[in-house]
């Protein structure tokens, strides 16, 4: 039998960063395979040599089959052809919200270069894929706007229009904030079930190494270059990924005995009780609300009683903020292109951007981590390369926030062992923002900030 993927010693690169390294992998018609990582694994990588989608110059070297077609041996308009034909990327349902085109124009839309099938045949297998998806009556909705659907009819359009192109591949970035475990496993059941009746192979990416072991016949697991298939094979990087699938407590250094920030009965916010707490160096801690910025970096007034550093309140002691960063999905970066230069216009002294290489594989990335262009639009690339910068800028403290914006636990549990490794390193202090019980869990020292009455907030302001 014919393999629906194959790929043979392949070697990525792209734009002088090393993406894929010695891959190997057969995919057979029909088989459900999961590959597991966090979002700096460059699986991305992967999709986009399979659908031909980077821009950026390469160096390829290996062999990549799709349907029994080594595409890179084609002509240029046929390999493009062949790809867009044999592997189908399913889209995330918050990329297609705003479209206003009709469900039936928008299923039809992949084909309008292609003979393979006619627009009947093409809209009788969408109704018939989609009613395998959970849709009980298809032909209501094929004249409504797509931005009209219900968000369950919509993936399941969403899904109908990719498969029914026939391909032989199809990839799922599997989660997403919009599904409940309970969706999440009726979804990927029904859609696995689809890639069955259709022979179509499915690459489930994730980074849920629980996940990937339930619906993966074949499961691989991806860090920095490397994916590597777990055969009767202890990858190294599979206990990090069971942690975090648990969110263990990360195992955190002993922090020193100087204090960098102390809060004195300061209630940050109303409906938040008061606060006494000392931040030592190297020392994190977390706290139940989402964004507590703009008060721990000085930038805000507590509600009542204050937050010092060396004894003077930070809020008028412009040293003291300087000493602070925050760090967040919606952090300005300098206006340069690789995360290299970015972490040189942090460096304090001239010989920090000598040793980048020996920062990054310190702190557990890989040694061309700095070639990596800068990606303002993905919240796990900001929050990883703010807190590099943090370590190079020798900050005092780093405020972590947004992190509950991050769709796996793997993602999470990745920022956070960062963070650690940056205040073992430098002895900085770190507080984490999030609404996440998993996440305090891991982060080990938090508070309980439950809300409290308005009386009570009053009584202590008083006292204060």
């Given amino acids: ?30 088989e459900i395979v999961s590959i597991c990582g966090t979002s700096g694994s ?14 950026a110059p390469y160096t390829l070297t290996g062999h990549l089959f799709v349907d029994g077609a080594e595409t890179e041996r084609l002509p240029d308009e046929e390999m493009r052809f062949t790809r867009m034909m044999g592997v189908a990327v399913l889209p995330a349902v918050s990329e297609k919200l705003a479209l206003r085109m009709t469900v039936q124009k928008y299923i039809l839309l992949p084909f309008k270069e292609s003979v393979k099938k006619t627009p ?19 032909e209501r909705i094929f004249r409504q706007r797509m931005s009209s659907l219900h968000i369950k009819d919509l993936r399941a359009v969403l899904y109908a229009a990719a498969l029914a192109t026939d391909p032989a591949v199809a990839v799922a970035f599997a989660g997403g904030a919009d ?11 029904l859609l696995i079930k689809v890639c069955k009746i259709k022979n179509i192979a499915l690459l489930l990416l994730t980074g849920d190494i629980g996940f990937a072991r339930r619906y993966g016949e074949q499961v691989y697991i991806a860090k920095n270059d490397r994916i590597i298939q777990l055969d009767g ?14 969110m263990r407590t990360l195992s955190f250094p002993e922090h020193g005995e100087t204090p960098l ?17 000392t931040l030592h160096r190297g020392e994190i801690l977390a706290f139940p609300c989402k964004n507590g910025i703009p008060v721990f970096s000085g930038r805000k007034s507590p509600v009542s009683g204050s937050l010092q550093a060396d004894g003077l309140d930070i809020r008028k002691h ?12 919606g952090m300005a970066m300098p206006p340069v292109d690789t995360c290299d230069d970015a972490v040189s216009a942090y460096a304090v002294r001239p010989s920090q951007r000598m040793n980048t290489d020996q920062l990054y594989s310190s702190l557990g990335l890989s040694v061309d981590y700095g070639r990596t262009p800068i990606r303002t639009d993905n919240v796990y690339e900001t929050l990883r390369l703010g807190i590099v910068c943090a370590c190079v800028a020798e900050t005092r403290v780093i405020l972590l926030s947004d992190i509950d914006l991050l769709s796996s636990a793997a993602d999470r549990y990745d920022i956070l062992s960062l963070l650690s490794a940056v205040c073992a390193r430098t ?19 938090h508070f309980d900030m439950t809300e409290k009455r308005e009386e009570e907030i009053k009584s202590e302001a008083m006292e204060v």
Wanted: proline fraction near 4%; glycine fraction near 8%; charge should be negative.
């Fill in 120 to 138: 009947h045949e093409i809209l009788t297998d969408a109704k018939r894929i989609m009613q395998l998806l959970g849709v009980a009556n298809p």
């Fill in 179 to 189: 599904l409940s475990p309970h969706e999440a496993d009726e979804l990927y059941t």
């Fill in 261 to 277: 920030l102390t809060a004195l009965n300061a209630v940050p916010a109303r409906g938040m009780q008061s606060l006494a707490f």
């Fill in 233 to 246: 094979v202890t990858h190294p990087y599979l206990q990090y990924l069971e942690d975090a699938a648990a």
């Fill in 42 to 55: 460059h699986m991305d990588a992967l999709v986009n040599l399979l659908t031909r989608t980077y821009d």
């Fill in 1 to 30: 039998m014919h393999k629906a993927l194959k790929l043979e010693d392949l070697y990525l690169r792209i734009g002088g960063q090393q993406m894929l390294s010695e891959v190997n992998m057969e995919v057979l018609p029909g």
């Fill in 318 to 329: 412009k040293l003291y903020k300087k000493g602070i960063m925050p760090v967040f999905a």
């Fill in 427 to 445: 002895g900085a202090g770190a507080l984490v923002f999030s609404g996440r019980t998993d996440v305090l869990h891991a982060a080990g020292a």
